[in-house]
């Protein structure tokens, strides 16, 4: 009898082959409930900050700007699956977020990111590698010389920052040692933001005033002074610092992790720099190379002395052969000249 039949006969009928009364279910042997699609909303989660990543385990800012502001260790939750979480990215955490020795949190909720920093292995390389989240500027640092500066690298920079949505500032150091000045005019056609000086004479208020109120991530030759110049805006950070080779006038890599780091100017008005490893060459296998004229033109000034071409059309609304055209009748000078053959060449690469 099913619970369908009044028992009044025992007469088969069509539901019969519907009949589950005589299933018998298996008990769960480790005697825990089953899996669920269903995660739990953690409604009361902690907001924080991620400073460092260290082998599966991230340092977090929480309760920033409060009296109870303290830097926690927390792990990734499992239900975050394989989402990767780096330095600069906002989070949501439970468990143990005291701060206090041996305690452990756990990461369950990335936010949306505003930006995203990435760079491949090489130009050939479609894989990426997210370097930092949410940063808005990019501190561009090069050595007037040992090692000497590289216009390609910086141009690569550029390319990574403007596909990216950050504004670049270049920051030349050393300039006791040369002068950047014939160096940085390859540049002129750029709205750059430069900042500059020797290494016992650096304009460090004047930098600071550039960060406040803002998230900005270092990147550089390696040996150019990134960490020297980090240690000096943060003191006692005590981040890793080398000498350069007086053979082959290249740096090492000294600072081995990306951390993040509070800068705060004279007034005490807190900033964010993101301090990332040297490098000697920054893939761009991530960027689409249709890309990467619109943002040189987008971003480049006319030369002062030669009128607006084409009809008053701005350079960044032409089309890539009209940048191209108008780049050579030397609407952007020298130097804009010298930046469009750079670009055409990393362009080359990336589309092979």
């Known amino acids: ?68 502001e303290a830097v926690i260790t927390a792990s990734r939750a499992r239900e975050l699956g394989r989402l990767g979480i780096v330095t600069g990215d906002t989070v949501h955490l439970v468990g143990d977020t ?19 920093l990435r760079r491949s292995a090489d130009d050939s390389d479609a894989v990426e590698r997210v370097i930092v989240a949410n940063a808005d500027q990019m501190l561009i640092v090069v050595a ?3 090692p000497e500066p590289r216009a390609n690298l910086i141009d690569r920079y550029l390319i990574a920052a403007f596909d990216a949505g ?16 014939s160096f940085l005019e390859q540049f002129d056609c750029f709205d750059l933001e430069i900042i500059m000086g020797a290494k016992d004479d650096f304009p460090l208020d004047a930098l600071k005033e550039l960060l406040v109120g803002h998230t900005t991530v270092t ?3 390696s040996g150019v002074g990134k960490s020297t110049l980090v240690n000096a805006l943060v003191p006692g950070t005590d981040r890793a610092v080398g000498r350069v080779n007086d053979v082959t006038g290249r740096g ?3 600072s081995s992790s990306t951390v993040c780091l509070r800068v705060r100017d004279s007034s005490g008005n807190p900033g964010w720099i993101i301090d990332t490893p040297g490098v000697r060459s920054f893939g761009l296998g991530h ?37 191209v055209d108008r780049v050579s009748a030397g609407e952007l000078g020298e130097s804009g000249k010298a930046r469009l053959e750079s670009l055409q060449k990393i362009i080359a690469t990336l589309e092979k």
Request: overall charge negative.
């Open 1 to 68: 009898m099913t619970w369908w039949s009044d028992g009044a006969d025992d007469e088969p009928d069509e539901f019969d082959e519907f009949d589950e009364s005589s299933i018998r279910s298996r008990p769960n042997p480790k005697g825990n409930r089953p899996r669920t699609k269903q995660r739990p909303e953690h409604k009361g989660a902690e907001h924080g900050r991620v400073l460092s990543v260290d082998r599966g385990r991230f340092g977090v800012l929480v309760r920033e700007n409060s009296a109870e």
């Open 166 to 181: 950050l504004a670049p500032i270049l920051c030349i150091t050393k300039t006791d040692v040369a002068d950047p000045t």
């Open 219 to 221: 990147v550089g030759h």
């Open 287 to 323: 960027v689409e190379p249709a890309n990467i004229l619109k943002s040189f033109a987008n971003y480049a000034i006319p030369a002062a002395t030669l009128p607006k071409s084409a009809g008053g059309i701005e350079l960044s609304q032409a089309h890539d052969w009209e940048i």
């Open 252 to 254: 090492r890599h000294t």
């Open 144 to 146: 007037a010389a040992n």
């Open 98 to 116: 005291s701060g206090a020795e041996g305690s452990l949190a756990r990461i369950v909720r990335v936010d949306d990111r505003k930006t995203l």
